[in-house]
């Protein structure tokens, strides 16, 4: 079945560096969606993909649909110790079920 | 954005017992509502899809009479996880999607079953 990759699986960083992850897959999916998830949370939407090619930002994170409709990257500048959390990506096929990622988990050292 | 709410947050109870969760699109209505299961550092793990009217639609490996969904109205799916035992403590999340509008997915705030 359609699968997702994301890299790296985890990652430690000083705050105010950026941070940079991807999403990949075999399949092409016509959306893409960033999720972020804290402990004992549920994941809130981040950033929503529509169309190959487009970059969206949300404050100090930016992601964008690659061209291929077979992966994406999030990014997230000066990084501050709340960005804590594991970073979901998940991909739609056409109104089929979204597929997520393994997740990215990220850590911010003071 | 639209707002998926899950109650209880969480729940504690005996082994034997079933314990019911719910999942509410508060804004919009939801055709379609999916139900997770996460382990402890793991990624979601889809148990099945929660459709309006209709019966639930389960992934491979999930039993469907432990775990009974029910959509019976455009704005509410029910988990209930019935004789529960220990092995069914975890995390549960609902999401919704927003067909409607962005086709978005958005998830409730996850339940945390423990099963003594």
């Known amino acids: 079945g359609q699968q997702l990759n994301q890299s790296p699986q985890s990652m430690f960083i000083q705050e105010g560096e950026d941070v940079s992850m991807n999403c990949t897959s075999s399949?092409?999916?016509?959306?893409w969606l960033w999720y972020k998830q804290e402990p004992g949370e549920g994941p809130v939407l981040l950033i929503a993909?529509?169309?190959?090619?487009e970059l969206t930002s949300n404050g100090r994170l930016t992601a964008q649909f690659g061209i291929t409709r077979k992966d994406s990257f999030l990014n997230i500048s000066a990084s501050i110790p709340s960005d804590v959390g594991i970073y979901f990506c998940?991909?739609?096929?056409?109104?089929?079920?979204?597929?997520f990622g393994p997740g990215t988990r990220l850590s911010v050292l003071p | 954005g639209a707002v998926v709410s899950q109650h209880p947050s969480r729940v504690i109870c005996k082994s034997g017992t079933s314990v019911k969760i719910e999942c509410r699109s508060l804004?919009?209505?939801?055709?379609?509502m999916f139900w997770y299961r996460q382990f402890p550092k793991q990624s979601l793990m889809l148990m099945a899809t929660?459709?309006?009217?209709?019966?639930?639609?389960?992934e491979q490996g999930v039993e469907k009479d432990k775990f009974l969904i029910n959509h019976a109205s455009l704005t509410l799916s029910t988990l209930t996880v019935t004789s529960a035992h220990p092995e069914d403590s975890s995390f549960y999340i609902c999401?919704?999607?927003?067909?409607?509008?962005?086709?978005?997915?958005?998830f409730g705030e996850g339940s945390r079953l423990t099963v003594l």
């Open positions: 399949s092409i999916f016509n959306t």
């Open positions: 804004d919009f209505q939801a055709t379609t």
């Open positions: 993909l529509y169309k190959a090619g």
């Open positions: 929660s459709n309006e009217g209709s019966k639930a639609t389960y």
């Open positions: 999401s919704a999607r927003d067909h409607l509008n962005t086709g978005e997915l958005f």
């Open positions: 998940a991909g739609d096929n056409y109104g089929q079920n979204f597929v």
